[in-house]
């Protein structure tokens, strides 16, 4: 008779599972709550002491962790020494193993967890015994997920026991511990404050395959970080339309980016990972005409996000243009209705309240490595600003610097933001040098006429004065940049030949 150890957290399936193992001639061994509900069920089933003749100890920490258990889990069928030795110590082989771990980030996930709480929910047996049942595959069945109990018990009718169908089960449960301690590794680095430490274990859940990746030639697969984080994209709600793009889900997370910089109203459309129009205002309604005034042409087919709820107003004016998300808190039920009548619009949820919760570090992958860094959350204020010409700025001056400031950051380099206090009017981005994003960024401006204040935020110093001039004879009235070039006085005399205020900030917002 075949032997199958069955200890589970999570017991979703386990009696029909157990029920289809004893019909194939298994006999079952289980411990705690397992053991418990397979007997309330009338199953016949062994308890491990009985195995082990050795009680649980230490509030059920130690149970599973004992020789007569591995050594039925790692010895080798087709090795007759260790056959010898299994009858030797009177242990019988352990031909399948069923077991999902403590609920370590279920309790993690819950507000208001201790440190001690979490520890308790740290598994040692369970991934010890999967540890030993995958290595010893050729010979062993480990099942970590209740979806394979179906696949599992057909396999097992199969005379011919298929050896690669082992394997992968072996692969999956190594997978499982491999995120499992992950997870632990994470909550404690954190509870710690290591920032970088010298070993970085990431884990992420399947979330939805991908038709393509950035092009149709490339494959693509969408992840879930392990403990998912409220405020992201992956965390948001799809209330209609068509399947996200990899394309698409790019885009929404640099929109969410850029919209959560405001507390505001705003409204903040996106297109190719560059914000295109950004608007502020007393609702939403004046927030969303400011940021479709910004650039009524680069929104076609573009992600708009909004930091307040959609009404009927915003609604039927989205409902004009062809877009491809809008993601907002909320949406009334009209503004709803006007939107879903556009079939292959992805209308999206999130909860904006949980903004200030969002990842502090991004990853980007290279070849054969990963650069991990702080997301750009600085928020330059403005006593801190340094003003380093014979015009001062105004008021007013000074808020639009702060404001386009607040999104030059999310323009890829080099950058340049022409706006007012609270709405973008040209952005250049992308640029192989300063001048070309800065003629970009005007002549879009340029369509909106002259609105003051009118003024030019730079994520990085200017290089040369040629910058400074050419915004300067185009109506810009002031200019915020970090500093820091050899030839920062170039600029600064070319500000004061053409009276018009520059503030260094003294940091770069550089964004590849």
């Given at each position: 008779?075949?032997?199958?150890?069955?200890?589970?957290?999570?017991?979703?399936?386990?009696?029909?599972?157990?029920?289809?193992?004893?019909?194939?001639?298994?006999?079952?061994?289980?411990?705690?709550?397992?053991?418990?509900?397979?007997?309330?069920?009338?199953?016949?089933?062994?308890?491990?002491?009985?195995?082990?003749?050795?009680?649980?100890?230490?509030?059920?920490?130690?149970?599973?962790?004992?020789?007569?258990?591995?050594?039925?889990?790692?010895?080798?069928?087709?090795?007759?020494?260790?056959?010898?030795?299994?009858?030797?110590?009177?242990?019988?082989?352990?031909?399948?193993?069923?077991?999902n771990l403590y609920p370590f980030?279920?309790?993690?996930?819950?507000?208001?967890?201790?440190?001690?709480?979490?520890?308790?929910?740290?598994?040692?047996?369970?991934?010890?015994?999967?540890?030993?049942?995958?290595?010893?595959?050729?010979?062993?069945?480990?099942?970590?997920?209740?979806?394979?109990?179906?696949?599992?018990?057909?396999?097992?009718?199969?005379?011919?026991?298929?050896?690669?169908?082992?394997?992968?089960?072996?692969?999956?449960?190594?997978?499982?511990?491999?995120?499992?301690?992950?997870?632990?590794?994470?909550?404690?680095?954190?509870?710690?404050?290591?920032?970088?430490?010298?070993?970085?274990?990431?884990?992420?859940?399947?979330?939805?395959?991908?038709?393509?990746?950035?092009?149709?030639?490339?494959?693509?697969?969408?992840?879930?970080?392990?403990?998912?984080?409220?405020?992201?994209?992956?965390?948001?709600?799809?209330?209609?339309?068509?399947?996200?793009?990899?394309?698409?889900?790019?885009?929404?997370?640099?929109?969410?980016?850029?919209?959560?910089?405001?507390?505001?109203?705003?409204?903040?459309?996106?297109?190719?990972?560059?914000?295109?129009?950004?608007?502020?205002?007393?609702?939403?309604?004046?927030?969303?005409?400011?940021?479709?005034?910004?650039?009524?042409?680069?929104?076609?087919?573009?992600?708009?996000?909004?930091?307040?709820?959609?009404?009927?107003?915003?609604?039927?004016?989205?409902?004009?243009?062809?877009?491809?998300?809008?993601?907002?808190?909320?949406?009334?039920?009209?503004?709803?209705?006007?939107?879903?009548?556009?079939?292959?619009?992805?209308?999206?949820?999130?909860?904006?309240?949980?903004?200030?919760?969002?990842?502090?570090?991004?990853?980007?992958?290279?070849?054969?490595?990963?650069?991990?860094?702080?997301?750009?959350?600085?928020?330059?204020?403005?006593?801190?600003?340094?003003?380093?010409?014979?015009?001062?700025?105004?008021?007013?001056?000074?808020?639009?610097?702060?404001?386009?400031?607040?999104?030059?950051?999310?323009?890829?380099?080099?950058?340049?933001?022409?706006?007012?206090?609270?709405?973008?009017?040209?952005?250049?981005?992308?640029?192989?040098n300063r001048i070309g994003s800065v003629?970009?960024?005007?002549?879009?401006?340029?369509?909106?006429?002259?609105?003051?204040?009118?003024?030019?935020?730079?994520?990085?110093?200017?290089?040369?004065?040629?910058?400074?001039?050419?915004?300067?004879?185009?109506?810009?009235?002031?200019?915020?940049?970090?500093?820091?070039?050899?030839?920062?006085?170039?600029?600064?005399?070319?500000?004061?030949?053409?009276?018009?205020?520059?503030?260094?900030?003294?940091?770069?917002?550089?964004?590849?």
């Amino acid at each position: 008779m075949r032997r199958a150890l069955l200890s589970v957290s999570d017991k979703t399936g386990i009696i029909d599972f157990a029920e289809g193992l004893i019909e194939r001639g298994f006999e079952l061994i289980s411990t705690g709550g397992t053991f418990k509900a397979l007997k309330n069920a009338g199953l016949s089933v062994i308890e491990v002491e009985e195995v082990t003749h050795f009680p649980e100890m230490l509030d059920g920490r130690v149970k599973t962790l004992h020789p007569m258990i591995h050594g039925g889990l790692l010895a080798k069928r087709d090795n007759p020494t260790h056959m010898a030795k299994l009858k030797k110590e009177s242990i019988t082989p352990i031909d399948l193993v069923c077991v999902n771990l403590y609920p370590f980030k279920e309790t993690i996930e819950k507000p208001n967890i201790i440190e001690s709480e979490a520890i308790e929910q740290i598994d040692i047996g369970g991934p010890a015994m999967l540890r030993s049942a995958s290595k010893n595959f050729q010979s062993v069945y480990v099942v970590v997920d209740k979806a394979d109990y179906a696949a599992v018990l057909i396999e097992l009718d199969d005379e011919k026991q298929n050896h690669h169908f082992r394997r992968q089960l072996a692969a999956k449960a190594f997978r499982h511990t491999a995120a499992y301690d992950a997870l632990i590794a994470d909550y404690l680095t954190k509870e710690l404050e290591v920032t970088f430490p010298e070993k970085l274990s990431l884990t992420y859940d399947f979330k939805q395959g991908m038709r393509y990746g950035e092009n149709a030639h490339q494959s693509a697969t969408f992840y879930q970080a392990g403990i998912p984080n409220a405020f992201s994209i992956a965390s948001a709600k799809q209330l209609h339309g068509k399947e996200l793009s990899y394309n698409n889900i790019k885009d929404a997370d640099a929109a969410l980016k850029v919209v959560s910089e405001f507390k505001r109203p705003a409204v903040v459309a996106m297109k190719h990972m560059n914000p295109c129009g950004v608007g502020v205002g007393e609702n939403i309604y004046e927030a969303w005409q400011k940021a479709f005034d910004a650039d009524k042409t680069s929104i076609f087919g573009g992600i708009i996000a909004l930091n307040r709820e959609v009404n009927l107003a915003t609604a039927t004016d989205l409902h004009q243009l062809f877009l491809e998300i809008i993601i907002a808190p909320s949406f009334t039920d009209d503004a709803y209705d006007i939107l879903a009548k556009k079939k292959n619009l992805r209308v999206m949820t999130l909860d904006f309240s949980q903004k200030d919760q969002a990842d502090k570090y991004e990853y980007v992958s290279v070849l054969g490595g990963l650069l991990v860094q702080e997301r750009d959350q600085a928020i330059d204020q403005m006593s801190e600003l340094k003003t380093v010409t014979e015009k001062l700025p105004t008021i007013d001056e000074k808020e639009a610097l702060l404001f386009a400031q607040r999104i030059v950051k999310h323009v890829k380099s080099n950058a340049i933001v022409i706006a007012t206090k609270d709405q973008t009017l040209g952005i250049g981005a992308g640029q192989m040098n300063r001048i070309g994003s800065v003629k970009i960024a005007i002549e879009q401006s340029l369509e909106h006429g002259m609105v003051e204040p009118f003024i030019l935020a730079s994520d990085a110093y200017f290089p040369m004065d040629d910058s400074v001039e050419y915004a300067a004879d185009h109506g810009v009235t002031a200019i915020i940049q970090p500093g820091g070039s050899i030839k920062d006085q170039d600029s600064i005399d070319m500000a004061n030949r053409k009276a018009i205020a520059m503030v260094f900030s003294g940091r770069r917002h550089f964004k590849h």
